[in-house]
């Protein structure tokens, strides 16, 4: 997926979640998010730095530019803090041949 893809479905999950009700850390609505990291980090989006990046700042400058409303709601401030959290927890992930389930990321 490409960045434009990922912020386009992020945005639209968002405004979802925050219009349909429902907690962030429910399922499918985490799940759904985590899914759009996971394909963000097999793009190699968020293994590097600069502007063609998926960190957290980026993220937010992208989004910002696109439709700064979405920052108003619940959901945008749970995503934010998740987004970091699993960025570093996969980063940091001690891969090993065993764990792999054949799914990406993993």
């Keep these: 997926m490409s960045i434009d893809e990922i912020v386009n479905e992020i945005i639209q999950l968002v405004r ?5 009700g429902g907690h962030f850390h429910q399922e499918p609505y985490k799940g759904d998010f985590f899914r759009l990291f996971i394909a963000a980090w097999d793009a190699g989006l968020l293994k ?3 502007p063609n990046t998926l960190k957290l ?3 937010i400058s992208i989004v910002g530019d696109r439709d700064p409303t979405i ?3 619940e959901t945008w401030l749970m995503l934010c803090a998740a987004w970091p959290e699993w960025d570093y927890a996969w980063a940091n992930a001690k891969r090993d041949s065993s764990l792999d389930d054949g799914l990406p990321g993993g």
């Design 57 to 59: 700042d980026s993220l």
């Design 16 to 20: 979802a979640r925050d219009t349909n």
């Design 71 to 73: 920052f108003d709601g």
């Design 48 to 50: 590097r730095t600069g």
